[in-house]
């Protein structure tokens, strides 16, 4: 296991993105990382900064003004990268469902690795989501080194 | 040399996207735009819809003063089809929505405290919240969203094992917000970051209608708990708290201050479930057919919502106002002039929900 590949899996960086729900589950993601959940258990950190995430937390439906951003965003991040949708919104559309502001699903605008799913979620549910998206990251991780080495045994 | 800075809409100050475009002249702002609309997901014509559902929709326009939206759209149907709620459901409604207040302005306070870098203080704020938060959850079963309003009442009764609970809940509660409150109103480091910044003079609150802890904290004594009582206000007596000084400590201020309220408010709440009833919940024999309008003080100000019914399950029209957005265009003439380190904390002692603003 390389040093990057270690502080990758003992410290994701996690950037949070608002997309237009109801603030429920921004709540939940804050109580997550507050004293009672406390995700830092397992190396989480919220930053604010694209550049730095390894993991992006979406929630809510994708309204049309901020398709462009979130898209923004998304390609900002560096390799490898995992986007969680938290809630049901950001999953399906959820109650939203058939408003005219919004293009359905977050998984119509970026690729979607972990669904979580409640409206609105549980923290513990959230914590369950970023374990379950630490080892996609360790596996993408992974897929890209192996490329890396193929690469370089071919010239 | 004029620049211009992008300020949002992904922003870490705010969780939710809105865009300021600041022309900075050095370390100052001079002009300042606003931009809204990225959260703008058309709820007002999905509205357009079984009434009966409606009050969960409309827990979904904000997620922080879910409580609020929910009581407001209830008591607005409610006076289309002339329909009188129980009393028991109107003191659960008062309890609910006081509870709602303690948790949003917790958070309030502690997302200030993080906006000027005092993360210790942001922490302990959200550790008392989750007292609250648990609260919620044993009497109606849900953290955040609670689905406990419907049309014609409640569906979750608080009995005499949970009023106890609720009473003990104070006590524990006052306790932790009397530590809060000597840690923040005594605090050196908050008071000199936060004075004299952001500065709304009482006029200018009056010219621009802010409503709720805003104008509160301008010297304006507007609240609706006062001038226009609702559910159980007419009996319980609110009197506005307010601040003179118009900056974004009188804004923070306000808010702890009004911790204290809401506890007195459950406390006096309390006796009155004993000797209420047992019906929670009146069923209408019409359907909603007039106009009628509402006002809530939701923990960020005023918050009005209009209902129209056409004599059918679906509603004809429902118009939201939401505080946030009588809010919104106060911090423009404040941010002119600040400074750039400023904006964060200005912005955010507003209380800015965007998923209230767009809608």
């Known amino acids: 296991m390389s040093l990057i590949e270690l502080s990758r899996k003992k410290s994701p960086w996690v950037i949070h993105v608002g997309t237009g729900g109801c603030n429920g589950c921004d709540l939940e993601i804050l109580a997550c990382l507050t004293p009672r959940f406390d995700a830092s258990r397992f190396g989480v950190m919220s930053t ?32 490898p990268k995992v986007v969680i949708a938290v809630g049901t919104c950001a999953s399906t559309g959820g109650i939203y469902q058939g408003c005219y502001g919004h293009c359905g699903s977050l998984d119509k605008v970026v690729p979607v690795d972990v669904y979580i799913p409640g409206c609105n979620v549980r923290p513990e549910a959230v914590i369950d989501g970023l374990v379950l998206g630490l080892d996609i990251l360790n596996e993408k991780e992974r897929k890209i080194l192996e490329e890396k080495k193929k690469s370089k045994g071919a010239a | 040399m004029k620049t211009t800075i992008q300020f949002g809409p992904q922003h870490p100050v705010w969780v939710e996207p809105l865009r300021l475009k600041l022309t900075m002249d050095g370390e100052i702002v001079k002009d300042c735009e606003l931009e809204a609309g990225f959260c703008h997901r058309g709820l007002e014509k999905k509205f357009e819809w079984d009434y009966n559902k409606g009050a969960y929709l409309s827990e979904r326009i904000c997620g922080i003063c879910t409580q609020h939206h929910s009581t407001c759209y209830c008591t607005a149907v409610e006076g289309t089809m002339g329909l009188e709620i129980p009393r028991r459901a109107a003191v659960i409604r008062t309890i609910m929505l006081e509870l709602e207040r303690l948790h949003s302005h917790l958070l309030a306070i502690g997302l200030t405290l993080e ?91 009056r010219d621009l209608c802010v409503v709720g802890p805003v104008a509160r904290g301008s010297n304006v004594p507007y609240d609706i708990r006062a001038v226009a009582p609702y559910v159980l206000y007419n009996e319980i007596k609110v009197k506005p708290i307010v601040e003179t000084s118009g900056d974004c400590w009188a804004r923070s201020v306000v808010r702890v201050r009004e911790l204290f309220q809401s506890i007195d408010i459950i406390r006096q709440c309390i006796p009155l479930l004993a000797d209420a009833g047992e019906d929670i919940f009146a ?77």
Request: charged share 30%; proline share 4%; aromatic share 8%.
């Open chain 2, 283 to 359: 069923k209408s024999k019409t359907l909603p057919e007039k106009e009628y309008f509402t006002r809530v003080e939701a923990p960020r100000g005023e918050l009005f919502y209009y209902a129209k019914g056409k004599k059918s399950k679906e509603m004809d029209r429902i118009k939201v106002r939401t505080s946030t957005y009588g809010n919104g265009p106060g911090f423009v003439p404040l941010i002119k002039g600040s400074h750039l380190a400023d904006v964060g904390l200005i912005t955010i002692t507003f209380d800015p929900c965007i998923g209230c603003f767009d809608r």
């Open chain 1, 48 to 79: 604010g900064n694209p550049k730095h995430a390894d993991i992006m937390l979406v929630v809510g439906p994708v309204t049309l003004k901020y398709k462009e951003i979130i898209t923004n965003l998304y390609n900002q991040m560096p390799d």
């Open chain 2, 115 to 205: 906006s000027i870098g005092f993360e210790n203080l942001f922490m302990l704020c959200f550790r008392n919240r989750e007292i609250v938060l648990d609260m919620f959850e044993r009497t109606t079963g849900n953290r955040v969203l609670h689905g406990i309003n419907i049309v014609g009442g409640v569906i979750r009764n608080i009995g005499p094992e949970m009023a106890k609970e609720l009473e003990d809940f104070c006590d524990i509660m006052e306790k932790r917000c009397l530590d809060l409150k000597d840690m923040i109103l005594k605090s050196y480091t908050i008071r000199e970051r936060m004075q004299g910044v952001g500065v709304m003079s009482e006029q200018l609150a």
